[in-house]
T-cell receptor, first 114, second 112 residues
Framework: DVKVTQSSRYLVKRTGEKVFLECVQDMDHENMFWYRQDPGLGLRLIYF???????EKGDIPEGYSVSREKKERFSLILESASTNQTSMYLCASLGGVAGNQPQHFGDGTRLSIL | GNSVTQMEGPVTLSEEAFLTINCTYT??????LFWYVQYPGEGLQLLLK?????DKGSNKGFEATYRKETTSFHLEKGSVQVSDSAVYFC???????????FGSGTRLQVQP
């Protein structure tokens, strides 16, 4: 079974802090994703990466950056946290390029910015 | 680009009731379609999928049929249980990239 592990289930930070959310997958998947989940909005794509050191912006990249130095690890960075970034953050991975393959998700990090 | 619309919730049912959660999509061609489920406090997990028109995906008593005529992929279950209480998401591949586009999610609450 694919396992996607997010480093924290709950995180509380202060406005202006630099925040790191970590995600690790154990299936040698090429593709990794960061989504943000908010009530009534579903999941929205922040960034994704299809290879080491490669990244592409999703639909809502403003205020975020990412890092993929190793294939198994994909980090989301909030450069200067703001209260409107309080949300649930979900990491996912995907093997291959075929559109009929499912993504595998971590359990999420619920982030509160005070 | 590809998009998906699903019915708003919450949907509240009694145990053993019949469930339908509507999902319609807009897409170029015939992409794979997915239903994901999110149980309380957890991430999303794949519930079922269909890869081509007229395919029926099924898992844990849930079913969904890929209908190209109506561009729909409605989720059904004949008899829900309290343990089915969760948020359900319809999804399809995003246009031009290896991500998924999700519906807004439908919360299901099953009462004993």
């Amino acid at each position: 079974d694919v396992k996607v592990t997010q480093s924290s289930r709950y995180l509380v930070k202060r406005t202006g802090e630099k925040v790191f959310l970590e995600c690790v997958q154990d299936m040698d998947h090429e593709n990794m994703f960061w989504y943000r989940q908010d009530p009534g909005l579903g999941l929205r794509l922040i960034y994704f990466s299809y290879d080491v050191k490669m990244k592409e912006k999703g639909d809502i990249p403003e205020g975020y950056s990412v890092s993929r130095e190793k294939k198994e690890r994909f980090s989301l960075i909030l450069e200067s946290a703001s209260t409107n970034q309080t949300s649930m953050y979900l990491c996912a991975s995907l093997g291959g390029v075929a559109g009929n393959q499912p993504q595998h998700f971590g359990d999420g990090t619920r982030l509160s910015i005070l | 680009g590809n998009s998906v619309t699903q019915m708003e919730g919450p949907v509240t049912l009694s145990e053993e009731a019949f469930l339908t959660i509507n999902c319609t999509y807009t897409a170029t061609g015939y992409p794979s379609l997915f239903w994901y489920v999110q149980y309380p406090g957890e991430g999303l997990q794949l519930l079922l999928k269909a890869t081509k028109a007229d395919d029926k995906g099924s898992n844990k008593g849930f079913e969904a049929t890929y209908r190209k005529e109506t561009t729909s992929f409605h989720l059904e279950k004949g008899s829900v249980q309290v343990s089915d209480s969760a948020v359900y998401f319809c999804a399809l591949p995003s246009t031009g990239r290896r991500a998924l586009t999700f519906g807004s999610g439908t919360r299901l609450q099953v009462q004993p």
